[in-house]
């Protein structure tokens, strides 16, 4: 409810209740906007803009997700691609060192 309203239903124009003309019913309507505040369930309108506000959220969650989602992937690949870099040069070193440590013969005791 507003003065509006009020106004529209006594079939006069909005504009016709004024303070300064009626202020015991303005302060009225005042009064009974403020007690019955919470009372009031939300427009069509309203609860539209709260859908679309949510729904704005959610696709921004959705967005940055996403892209923390493809920068792990691409430092999972990027761990993968040196794992396997780091295997290739362990092996390497590992055959230089066979090549270059002596070798001990292998005796066997006879009986």
Known sequence: MSQNNVAKEAGCDPSALRKSRFPLVV??????VET?????????RQRL???????????????????QRDAAVGKL?????????????????QARLDEL???????????
């Open 77 to 93: 690949a990027d761990a993968g691609l040196r794992i396997v870099e780091l295997t290739e040069r362990l092996a390497d070193a």
């Open 49 to 67: 803009l709260k859908k679309r506000g949510k729904n704005r959220d959610l696709r921004e969650t959705i967005s940055d997700l996403k892209k």
């Open 27 to 32: 302060l009225e309507i005042q009064e009974w």
């Open 36 to 44: 019955h505040k919470g009372e009031q369930p939300p427009s069509v």
């Open 101 to 111: 440590q002596p070798r001990a013969p292998v005796l066997k005791l006879s009986d």
